[in-house]
């Protein structure tokens, strides 16, 4: 027992007092998406015309940082990153997940504009953070034309990597298969491995790639990285745009083709014991996907973060959104996805005030009551939802639209399509689910515990006990009540600190 408890005593010392270099357990990492900077953006513009001054226009003027109507100006681009600096200047890494080019017509971009934006938007990054490692992925938006991402390689990616400078953010274990097609990977620290795919090459509106069976090679690629890096007891984060599965907030919308929707769910089952996170945007929409095995045990968790750009969709229903950027706490050793805080900004307050001012929105494990954000405790959380009024839903559907649309409720069919968006990532299923005849678990997954017939009763052992002395279980209980009594001092002294390291991690900035 004296052992035992110095063992944790030491532990818990170490744990608290070690600083903020890789040996300690908790790390912190960015995720930012769907930028899209759109430089003809005008205070006087048109939002009709996404904000863009054609004509002398009266009335009052658009918003400093934007309009829901639009894309993002570069003031609140800049605004956003510059409240990521403000709030972690020091994060392990940053996951870039794509889409930097604005909704407009084919006609008003061109391929130099393209790489400019990608590079402006680089250079912002990279400035700002110089020290920090940065891992992009390409979004649908980001070729020219836009959603036409290259299967072939050729000029595309070599420009992208020179011209708008990604070469430099980029290790140089990754070119080979990134001039391919726009895919990589690399190591984030011994053991934690990051794959960065291309999914715009398996997006259903590519007109590339409707015929290929396996676009730049990138599946087979995929399979054999994750092959080694099974093979070298390595976890995986994957990092990518464009998430599988089925849009939550618009009816019948998906986003793969059904041949590559239905691949990549085969190969990210197989290998979902050493996948321990997955980080997508596109939606522009915050929400998240449980992964199921053939028995219904939930073995993985899909990210899909937030947009910077407000920009109301032209899908109908599928709304607009504050602009946010995302923080994640995770185990350094393990990988584990601890946490993630999501910060936003109200996009009416700091137009009205000509400030931008980035707060919390929200806090996943605390507002959602869970204990971490991994597949069983999200899976718990959905399954919450199904219940009559169910406050845990209200939430996340405020969430849903970064609280830009608080005076919309989602009931009845609503309320079925984003269950069965989390819950069903196959097509099929799906659609069995919407329809009433999918079997998804209806209670929460409990991780099966041996019973007591599986262990012998003490009265079955062969040898005789006689009892410790009298005097022997005072020294013990002396003893459990010391380490009992450090630990305490010790976990006080810990919390005083980490509160004291973590203020101003978790404050609300503003941004002038």
Request: contains cysteine; charged residues 15%.
């Amino acid at each position: 027992m004296y052992w035992f408890g110095i063992k944790y005593i030491l532990t818990a010392v170490l744990w608290c007092f070690a600083g903020e270099s890789w040996g300690t357990q908790t790390g912190l990492f960015w995720q930012v998406t769907d930028f899209h900077y759109d430089s003809k953006y005008s205070e006087s513009g048109d939002p009709s015309d996404m904000c863009h001054q054609v004509v002398a226009r009266a009335g009052k003027p658009l918003g400093m940082f934007g309009d829901y109507k639009c894309d993002a100006p570069y003031s609140l681009i800049q605004s956003a990153v510059q409240a990521m600096k403000e709030i972690d200047d020091n994060p392990d890494f940053i996951m870039w997940s794509g889409d930097n080019v604005p909704h407009v017509p084919t006609k008003e971009m061109s391929t130099s504009k393209v790489y400019n934006i990608i590079r402006n938007t680089t250079s912002l990054l990279t400035e700002t953070f110089p020290n920090a490692t940065i891992y992009p992925v390409f979004g649908n938006h980001d070729p020219y034309p836009s959603d036409q991402m290259s299967p072939d390689g050729g000029d595309y990616y070599e420009m992208v990597a020179n011209v708008s400078g990604w070469k430099k953010m980029l290790p140089p274990d990754s070119m080979t298969t990134f001039r391919k097609g726009g895919y990589y990977s690399t190591l984030i620290k011994p053991g934690l491995r990051i794959i960065s795919l291309n999914t715009p090459l398996v997006y259903k509106y590519n007109k590339l790639v409707a015929k290929l069976a396996d676009p730049a090679d990138q599946f087979k690629w995929f399979g054999q990285v994750l092959e080694t890096a099974k093979t070298r007891k390595e976890q995986v984060f994957l990092s990518a745009h464009v998430p599988p599965g089925m849009f939550a907030k618009v009816t019948n919308i998906s986003w793969f083709y059904p041949k590559f929707n239905a691949a990549y769910l085969d190969i990210i089952h197989k290998y979902s014991p050493i996948i321990v996170g997955q980080f997508y945007g596109h939606e522009h929409t915050d929400s998240f996907r449980v992964m199921y095995d053939t028995h219904g045990k939930p073995v993985g968790s899909m990210f899909l973060s937030p947009a910077v750009t407000p920009w109301n969709s032209t899908l109908k229903g599928a709304g607009f959104n504050n602009p946010s950027v995302r923080l994640y706490s995770y185990n350094r050793d393990t990988g584990n996805i601890l946490n993630y805080i999501q910060y936003y900004l109200n996009l009416t307050a700091a137009n009205i005030h000509k400030s931008a001012k980035w707060d919390v929105e929200y806090n996943a494990t605390k507002d959602f009551i869970i204990k971490d954000v991994g597949p069983a405790s999200l899976h718990a959380l959905v399954e919450s939802f199904k219940k009559p009024n169910s406050s845990m839903f209200t939430k996340y559907y405020r969430f849903n639209s970064v609280s830009a649309e608080t005076d919309v409720s989602c009931t009845g069919t609503c309320k079925e399509q984003h269950i069965c968006a989390i819950t069903c990532i196959d097509y099929n299923q799906y659609y069995k689910c919407v329809s009433g005849h999918q079997n998804v678990p209806t209670q929460p997954y409990v991780t099966p515990t041996p019973g007591n017939h599986h262990f012998r009763s003490s009265s079955h052992h062969p040898h005789h006990h006689h009892p410790p002395p009298r005097y022997m279980l005072y020294i013990i209980i002396g003893l459990s009540v010391l380490v009992v009594t450090l630990f305490i001092l010790i976990a006080v002294m810990c919390y005083r600190r980490r509160v004291h390291l973590a203020a101003p991690r978790f404050q609300t900035l503003k941004v002038n």
